[in-house]
């Protein structure tokens, strides 16, 4: 059985050989030279290239069907499902090239007859790939909208190196008013008021690797850098109503370094999504809140404090955590389903001093309450390129607990959090290798932030 390059470059040997024996033809008719032999010959070339050029139009189909085929599994390898791979593979299959039609008859006016010319080589530009970089760069150019979802919700396997640098401003703002007195006659207050703000402005820049070791597993690491600024407001200083303290405080540094591996358990096949195992430690590498010095602002008589504030921010929480949770995306064209649940357990850590008066000094032990998560949104793929989510998501944090020396387990009253909130994103694939995201978040319950804006910028190496 002949080899494919050597049946593809028979056409053009006949052609060649028609092209060499026609003028000999044009010569032999000039001359009334023409045998029955030369007319014999020339339609018996005629004929096989007829024929192989049928040949070459089934090869043609054939190849069509398995440049469809092939982009399917790479996707389905790579985890993401083509948008338009499986519905577009019969359409290919079923529109045959129609071979041109032959004359037996050659005009003189011309050396080569116009339809023993080879069919042209398909081109990438006519609606399927002919090459397999043709198929690689129409797989990546369908999936990567995809591509940069999966990559924000679950973990993106596929991508060997990506480096990711990113910044969010988060505003905190809540309201506590205090009543100190009674209410005489039903409807008259007597006491102090108290009025107290506390205003908060956050701006995280985090540094993040994202290394995929394998198709099933990824490694991530995220180093955070903190700097806030807390401003403090106090109503009836003094015992005044109308009369207002305020102090600000700041700090930066270091936040609290966290390391994390993803294992893809399911691909999404059929009706079930891509399911992900998302395991993680963090490291109390920043500052802990616990043990820093308050300014005392105000007291009372009895020398109890009224008012007082930390002399810097912290950026950590001290104490070792680990998380574990699931994370799906399921793909549905033009929409990508995402979802995630996890765990977060905090590890009791010991500290030279619980206590935030600068005159004394308490040591003890901290056990933050465990936390829960999960989420859900949608992303709409406008094109290859851009892509739109929106997507809830909700923290549930219990009670911490305290230990002085010597003394037992007591929970912090108002230290247990709901934090729900609703998030608008946006992903655009700048380059082949850098991508665009933007996250708007809204704080829904008051233990969430009043808003928060990200930026990030992952870029694949």
Known sequence: MESTPTRARRPLAIALGIALLWPT???AQDSGQITAEDRARMQ??????QSLKQDYAQEVRRLRELDMQIQALQSRVAGVAPATAPRDAPQMAAQPVAPAPVSSTPSTSSPLPANTAAAPAPRGDDGYASTAEDAQRAQEAESRSVADVKQQSTALFNRRLTLENGISY????RKQVTLNGFLALDAIFLGNIAIENVESDTVNYNFAARWGVSPRLSLNLDVPYIARKTVYQKGGA???AAAIAQEETDGNGLGDISASANWKL???RGPWPETVLNVGVTAPTGREPYGIPWRVLERDSDNFIRFAVPEEQPTGNGLWQATVGLSAVKTTDPA???????YVRSFANDFADLDNNPDTTNPGRVQLGDAFYFGAGVAFAFNE???LSISFSDRLNARARTRYEGADWVKLIGSDANAATMSLGVTHAMTPNATFVGVLGIGLTPDAPDFNLTVKVPYSL
């Not at 988060?170 to 703002?173: E, K, L």
């Open 25 to 27: 033809v044009g010569m």
């Open 44 to 49: 018996q070339l005629l004929q096989e290239l």
């Open 170 to 173: 988060n505003r905190y703002d």
């Open 238 to 240: 003094g015992g005044a």
């Open 266 to 268: 399911f691909g999404e």
């Open 336 to 342: 990508i389903l995402f979802g995630n649940i996890g």
């Open 385 to 387: 390129r851009t892509s």
